[in-house]
Nanobody, 122 residues
């Protein structure tokens, strides 16, 4: 089992940047693929980015492609989401999740953090 804790959220103006962190504890973190998801008020939780167990493969939602970058540091048991050129529509609670494969399907992830709020003002 693995426990996940997100951090790094906050309030930022449109066009700004934030880096989210996902810290893991428990079983060997490198055994898991990791995904970032987000959920805005009144909307479904949606996939943002994913990274494979090896870190060699990444995938992104079309809405964040070219603006967000996912990376991992297994020595620190952490995954990061660097977000640039933020838009008001990026406002949501962001969650990291761990699973066997970095798909865009939320039900492929067995472990979830509690989320961190990102608010982008216009």
């Amino acid at each position: 089992q693995v426990q996940l804790v997100e951090s790094g959220g906050g309030l930022v103006q449109a066009g700004g940047s934030l880096r989210l962190s996902c810290a893991a504890s428990g079983r060997t973190f490198s055994s898991y693929a990791v995904g970032w998801f987000r959920q805005a008020p009144g909307k479904e939780r949606e996939f943002v980015a994913g990274i494979s167990r090896s870190g060699t493969r990444t995938n992104y939602a079309d809405s964040v492609q070219g603006r967000f970058t996912i990376s991992r540091d297994d020595a620190k048991n952490a995954v990061y989401l660097q977000m640039t050129s933020l838009k008001p529509e990026d406002t949501a609670v962001y969650y990291c999740a761990a699973g066997e494969v970095a798909t865009s399907f939320r039900y492929d992830y067995a472990y979830w953090g509690q989320g961190t709020q990102v608010t982008v003002s216009s």
